[in-house]
C-alpha cells in the first residue's frame, strides 16, 4: 500500500488547513481503520485522530478535539484532516496511516502503512 499525503503549509493562528492522503492500491483500505500521527522536531510521534473503516467510529487526542475532523471516502480511497483553529503548538510533519484492523485505534503499533508526511506550520 502507498499513501500519499498532502494539503500542508504555512498558515497563521487561528487558521485552516485540509489535509488529505491518498491511498493506492484501492482495494486494499476500505476494510482497514485509518489514521493521522504528527511528529514536531525533537518530540516522539502522536496520535492524532483514527477513524474505521466505514467511518462510523472516530476518536482524536484530546489537544485536538473540537479543532479537527477526521473523514474518509471510500469511493475516492482517500483519507482526509480538516484542521481548524490552528495553533502554533500543531506544527509538525503530519503522517497517514492504515490499520491492521477495521476498528478505530490510536496505538501507533496497531498500524501496518505509513505516508511519508506532510509539513505543517502554523506562524504569524
Known amino acids: 500500500v502507498q499513501l500519499q499525503a498532502s ?17 493506492s492500491p484501492r482495494r486494499t483500505i476500505s476494510n482497514n481503520a485509518l489514521g493521522w500521527f504528527r511528529q514536531a522536531p525533537g518530540k516522539e510521534r502522536e496520535f492524532v485522530a483514527t477513524i474505521s473503516w466505514r ?8 489537544f485536538v478535539k473540537g479543532r479537527f475532523t477526521i473523514s474518509r471516502d471510500n469511493v475516492q480511497n482517500t483519507l482526509y484532516l480538516q484542521m481548524d483553529s490552528l495553533k502554533p503548538e500543531d506544527t509538525a510533519v503530519y503522517y497517514c496511516a492504515v490499520a491492521r484492523s ?20 502554523v506562524s504569524s
Do not use: F, H, K, M
Open 102 to 121: 477495521s476498528a478505530a485505534t490510536s496505538r501507533g503499533e496497531n498500524y501496518a502503512y505509513w505516508g511519508q508526511g506532510t509539513q505543517v506550520t
Open 55 to 62: 467511518g462510523g467510529s472516530t476518536n482524536y487526542a484530546d
Open 7 to 23: 494539503g500542508g503549509g504555512l498558515v497563521q493562528p487561528g487558521g485552516s488547513l485540509r489535509l488529505s492522503c491518498v491511498a
